[in-house]
């Protein structure tokens, strides 16, 4: 297709692509933007373009496809890196003081909770706390890796339950 040809192609569909354009937009001067980089990237790959092919959606594929490229262009440089040190958090002068009575109480009732366990939801429990991995408990148990993970599961849910009030 003649260069001429083609301008004059582009020409006449202009008009189709300026509601469009506004659509997108939601802004009369940045669709005239839109507008014009659309028509300046169907001049610059017009030999892209196959002679027969459907004009108007070959641009308006070109128009959504910068209106999404600039869209997500913006938001990249709309977020805000904080690089300023945080040097007042060193300096805060605030002292917590633990309450060992309170923490071994709690404790207690932890250790009461678990020991409170049915065995067959014990045992899996405290050989995982203390370490080990589902499979390794799975084995020294000999029972199936699913009822070792759903014992586990279940002493948990128990658990938490006991100790909820905490």
């Known amino acids: 297709m003649a260069t ?8 006449n569909n202009t008009e ?3 509601p469009f354009a506004i659509t997108l937009t939601r802004d009369n001067e940045v669709a005239k933007d839109l507008l014009q980089e659309t028509m300046f990237r169907a001049l610059a790959n017009k030999e892209k373009y196959n002679v027969g ?8 594929t070109i ?32 002292v917590t003081t633990a309450n060992a009575a309170e923490g071994a109480i709690k404790l207690k009732d932890i250790q009461v909770a678990i020991h409170e366990l049915p065995a067959i939801f014990r045992n899996p429990f405290m050989l995982y706390f203390e370490g080990y ?6 084995d020294m148990l000999s029972e199936p890796l699913g009822t070792i993970k759903s014992r586990i599961h279940f002493a948990r849910k128990l658990l938490k339950e ?4 905490y």
């Not at 092919?53 to 308006?60: D, E, G, P, Q, V």
């Not at 006991?162 to 009030?165: F, G, L």
């Open 16 to 18: 189709f692509l300026k």
């Open 162 to 165: 006991q100790v909820s009030r």
């Open 63 to 94: 128009m959504r496809n910068i209106f999404i490229n600039n869209y997500r262009r913006k938001s990249k440089q709309n977020t805000i890196f904080d690089s300023t040190p945080n040097e007042f958090l060193l300096n805060y002068n605030q």
């Open 53 to 60: 092919t459907n004009i108007k959606a070959w641009l308006y």
């Open 4 to 11: 001429v040809d083609f301008n004059q192609l582009l020409v």
């Open 133 to 138: 991995k589902y499979h390794e408990i799975a």
